[in-house]
């Protein structure tokens, strides 16, 4: 590893704070993309179902 | 050549033919991105030597530049998925078009702010209005204006025209992204990659950069292909193949 301790890796000589609000933000938003379209999937196949459910009857 | 050309337009064409294939590949594009992610993270954030000016604010780097270039290609995916659905009539490119729009202003999200998160440390400013950032910016409007677009018209068939249209003329901003650093004066620094010379990082710094670079476009695939599948399962919910996948399970 580049830095002597963990807690170094965490500061980074006082630029830990931009960098990992960076990386957090960045881990939203990528969450985000993998996790939307699960939801949406789950969403359109209730849809589906319960649209061929009243067709049936 | 003439009909091994026809037979992929129809097989471009095809929702069914485009669901199956990205069954296949999406745990492919998934897995071989998030292990390349997860390297290029781990070694630029905790290995990769600090930069002899900017210090360790640096390592933004690893996804400022991947979602910042990302951005700019799922632009210009999105503005010729348009072209070729106006002029060949695809509807499935309209679709791959409509479902870039979201994650690329995702993109453009993220590559605004961790900019700007890391000008503070580096030019002692979050934001100036110069040629990078500004045209960067206009990018994430673009992105907003196809998603506006395809939310306020109803008419399907209007609504991917004007889209197309949209993408296609914002689709000028992109070479002013790329050439803003040359052209004005800025305080954002030039490219760090190009495939024509040679890098003028060190090896330890430039290697994780180019592996979150193609990690994130792996993911990008994953993203594009999800959203895609979703349209195309409402889309052809009444043909029997979307019925036979809803009734045998729903879970692939």
Same mark, same amino acid.
């Given at each position: ?30 969450a ?9 999937? #789950? #969403?359109?196949? #209730?849809?589906?179902e ?6 049936? #009857? | ?5 026809k ?18 590949w999406?745990?492919?594009?998934l ?13 630029g954030?905790a290995?990769?030597?600090?930069d002899?000016? *900017?210090?360790?604010?640096?390592r ?11 951005? *700019? ?19 499935m ?9 979201p ?8 590559a ?9 440390p ?44 949209? /993408? ?19 305080l954002? *620094? ?35 292909? /999800? ?7 409402w889309?052809?919910?009444r043909?029997?193949?979307? *019925? ?8 692939h």
């Amino acid at each position: 590893m580049f830095f002597d301790s963990f807690t170094e890796l965490f500061n980074m000589g006082g630029h830990g704070v931009f960098v990992w609000l960076s990386y957090g933000l960045s881990a939203l938003i990528i969450a985000q993309n993998f996790i939307s379209p699960m939801l949406t999937r #789950k #969403k359109v196949i #209730k849809d589906i179902e319960r649209q061929m459910r009243r067709e049936q #009857k | 050549m003439w009909s091994a050309l026809k037979r992929l337009y129809h097989q471009l064409g095809s929702p069914k033919w485009f669901y199956e294939l990205t069954s296949r590949w999406s745990p492919w594009f998934l897995w071989i991105g998030s292990a390349l992610m997860l390297v290029g993270v781990v070694w630029g954030l905790a290995f990769a030597p600090a930069d002899y000016l *900017q210090g360790n604010s640096f390592r933004i780097i690893y996804i400022h530049v991947p979602a910042a270039l990302l951005s *700019q290609s799922a632009y210009v995916m999105m503005a010729v998925a348009g072209l070729v659905g106006l002029v060949w009539k695809m509807k499935m490119s309209f679709v791959v078009g409509k479902t870039i729009a979201p994650i690329g202003a995702g993109l453009a999200v993220m590559a605004l702010l961790t900019g700007a998160i890391w000008g503070k440390p580096t030019w002692g400013t979050w934001w100036v209005w110069d040629a990078r950032l500004t045209s960067m910016l206009i990018l994430l409007f673009l992105y907003m204006g196809v998603i506006a677009i395809y939310n306020a018209i109803e008419n399907e068939e209007m609504a991917n025209k004007a889209a197309a249209v949209l /993408a296609l003329v914002g689709s000028i901003n992109i070479p002013i992204i790329k050439y803003s650093v040359e052209w004005w004066n800025t305080l954002h *620094q030039p490219a760090t990659i190009t495939l024509t010379k040679k890098p003028t990082m060190a090896p330890e710094m430039f290697i994780p950069l180019v592996l979150t670079i193609i990690g994130f476009y792996c993911w990008f695939a994953v993203w594009v292909f /999800a959203r895609t599948r979703n349209e195309i399962l409402w889309r052809e919910r009444r043909t029997k193949w979307v *019925q036979r996948i809803l009734s045998t399970g729903a879970n692939h």
